[in-house]
């Protein structure tokens, strides 16, 4: 998964670096040679909070919430560069690799956005960000496919609520889409690897809310990828 970003590197984006913020110097796909070197350079790893919810599943983030990762991903979330969606995506198709066997097909499930949080990032920040890694993985020769069977709700701010509070809240936000799990079942997508993907692991409680929902639908779910886990987390060694 190497060279992601060097392969947009004709696209005309602003003049300031998505990563560092540097301005006046040459860009590639919108960040700084340094920028580029680090975000080329990250290796997926294991990652998972501490303590981990009930029903968090092994998880792989594509690297730490910090540096040029987390302005890159600000800029594709909060300032409107969607033209990252494609290297995020291909980031992140390194971390479901880490996660899934290579010789079974791939569903990756991404974690929904509300209709709020669509209607600020003009759409669906995870569906383009899957979109893009399944072409990747694609290309590398693994059978994989993207689905949405979640739909989000509404949930009240978290910020306030302890561990047991933030848990219940990211279940109640997550709803089944019953039409859709029927289509998987025909497809035969549920024979294989399913993993669940989000942009930022921070305490677990939403992938493990969508783990349980989907586990409620008798799919199991192999696992999680990320782009980046906040610091304040566990890491375990190796893949």
């Keep these: 998964m190497t060279g992601v970003l060097g392969e947009l590197a004709d696209l005309v984006l602003p003049s300031v670096c998505v990563g560092c913020g540097a301005g006046r110097i040459r860009l590639r796909n919108g960040a700084c040679p340094a920028c580029v070197a680090e975000l080329e350079g990250l290796r997926p790893y294991r990652a998972s909070p501490s303590p981990p919810p009930p029903g968090f599943p092994p998880c792989v983030a594509v690297g730490p919430y910090a540096g040029a990762l987390r302005g890159a991903l600000l800029a594709y979330k909060e300032k409107g560069r969607h033209r990252l969606a494609e290297p995020l995506g291909a980031l992140l198709a390194g971390a479901v690799a880490a996660v899934a066997p290579r010789d079974r097909p791939v569903l990756i499930v991404p974690v929904p956005s509300t209709r709020a949080a669509r209607w600020e990032r003009y759409g669906d920040h995870m569906?383009?960000?899957?979109?893009?890694?399944v072409r990747r993985l694609r290309a590398a020769g693994w059978p994989a496919r993207v689905e949405q069977p979640l739909r989000a709700l509404p949930k009240p701010d978290s910020t306030s609520l302890d561990a047991a509070g933030r848990s219940t809240a990211a279940v109640n936000s997550l709803r089944i889409n019953r039409a859709r799990i029927g289509n998987l079942r025909r497809g035969g997508a549920m024979r294989g690897t399913l993993?669940?993907?989000?942009?930022?692991?921070?305490?677990?409680a939403t992938l493990a809310a969508a783990v349980r929902r989907l586990e409620e639908a008798d799919m199991q779910v192999?696992?999680?990828?990320?782009?980046?886990a906040t610091q304040l987390r566990r890491n375990c060694p190796g893949i």
Aim: proline share 0%; net charge negative; hydrophobic share 50%.
């Design 127 to 133: 569906s383009r960000l899957t979109t893009h890694a």
């Design 195 to 204: 993993v669940v993907a989000d942009d930022i692991v921070t305490t677990g």
């Design 222 to 228: 192999t696992g999680a990828a990320v782009l980046a």
